[in-house]
């Protein structure tokens, strides 16, 4: 190396070091929002369906879940509350242009990215992939909850798919709900990873007590079973009373409805996952469930109005 290309590398570090340092960039769901959102939340009342782990069949009930009440009349919004890992659109067979990133960042309103499913339901489909709406912080989380509140005239009922696991979207989203809806199956995994998720919405201003749900079990028994356990240790160590509210039973029309991207209501309006779906509808609506099957389809009409709203 001559002494001229030495000089010049010096020289070249010299300038290098005068040079102003470059900013780190903004990540897009840190930036503040173009449009601002509502000032308040939505009155209407909320949802939260949540679980402990993931795989537990959550979402696969919470699209089933607002058909069932948009057959008794229930004008029901579905929020995908997975921000990072959205699943209601793939199970709905839904291809959105728009998503709840787009309403986070503020480029677009609630109005434009709702999207209409099965039997009227409306749908709010979330992003996929993004690493930075897996985390979102208290004021971005505030940003989306008061944003529903633009769809108040349009719906009579929230229901949100929240993240599975104890992160901080999922416990963020389920306070603002009322009732909360904890989704196990039999498995020990699950129902302990149910009882942490309850352990730390316990720990957290909730607006209610956790509910349990049983999906995928074998039997009315086995899911009770798997409730009175979860029931007894939130007693004892948390003096808390964990309600019940049924089971979703095992039943292979379920996955076979995955596979064609369409809710088990539709393609197997008659098969036991199907009746057990519309007996948990009857205990959102606030109704007790009927000791006999329901048939498939509307059995109580409701109006907005015998819909009681959150606060």
């Given amino acids: 190396m001559t002494e001229i290309e030495i000089g010049n590398r010096a020289e070249s570090k010299v300038e290098r070091r005068k040079r102003p340092a470059k900013k780190a960039r903004t990540p897009r769901a840190a930036r503040k929002p173009v449009i601002a959102p509502p000032s308040n939340r939505p009155r209407r009342r909320i949802v939260a369906v949540t679980s402990g782990?993931?795989?537990?069949?959550?979402?696969?009930?919470?699209?089933?879940?607002?058909?069932?009440?948009?057959?008794?009349?229930?004008?029901v919004l579905v929020v995908d509350g997975d921000l990072g890992l959205a699943n209601v659109d793939l199970l709905l067979g839904i291809a959105p242009q728009?998503?709840?990133?787009?309403?986070?960042?503020?480029?677009?309103?609630?109005?434009?990215?709702?999207?209409?499913?099965?039997?009227?339901?409306?749908?709010?489909?979330?992003?996929?992939?993004?690493?930075?709406?897996?985390?979102?912080?208290?004021?971005?989380?505030?940003?989306?909850?008061?944003?529903?509140?633009?769809?108040?005239?349009?719906?009579?009922?929230?229901?949100i798919d929240c993240p599975s696991g104890i992160g901080r979207n999922a416990v963020s989203l389920a306070q603002v709900a009322d009732p909360i809806l904890v989704v196990t199956t039999p498995e020990p995994t699950a129902f302990s990873d149910a009882y942490a998720m309850i352990k730390v919405l316990s720990r957290r201003s909730i607006r209610c007590v956790p509910a349990l749900i049983v999906n995928e079990a074998a039997s009315e028994e086995e899911a009770a079973a798997v409730a009175r356990r979860v029931g007894s240790v939130a007693k004892r160590f948390l003096n808390l009373d964990?309600?019940?509210?049924?089971?979703?039973?095992?039943?292979?029309?379920?996955?076979?409805?995955?596979?064609?991207?369409?809710?088990?209501?539709?393609?197997?309006?008659?098969?036991?996952?199907?009746?057990?779906?519309?007996?948990?509808?009857?205990?959102?609506?606030?109704?007790?469930?009927?000791?006999?099957?329901?048939?498939?389809?509307?059995?109580?009409?409701?109006?907005?109005?015998e819909v009681p709203e959150g606060v």
């Fill in 53 to 75: 782990k993931g795989g537990v069949g959550k979402t696969n009930i919470v699209t089933n879940l607002a058909i069932a009440l948009a057959r008794q009349g229930i004008r």
């Fill in 98 to 159: 728009y998503d709840l990133q787009d309403v986070i960042l503020g480029t677009r309103t609630v109005g434009e990215v709702v999207l209409e499913g099965p039997d009227g339901i409306r749908i709010l489909p979330a992003s996929s992939g993004v690493e930075e709406l897996a985390n979102l912080d208290e004021y971005r989380t505030e940003v989306l909850i008061r944003s529903l509140a633009e769809l108040e005239r349009d719906v009579d009922l929230i229901l």
């Fill in 242 to 305: 964990i309600e019940y509210w049924g089971a979703i039973l095992a039943d292979e029309s379920v996955p076979k409805s995955v596979l064609r991207q369409e809710p088990f209501l539709s393609t197997y309006p008659y098969s036991p996952a199907a009746t057990c779906v519309y007996q948990l509808a009857r205990r959102v609506l606030g109704m007790a469930p009927k000791e006999t099957a329901p048939e498939p389809g509307p059995f109580t009409v409701v109006t907005s109005d």
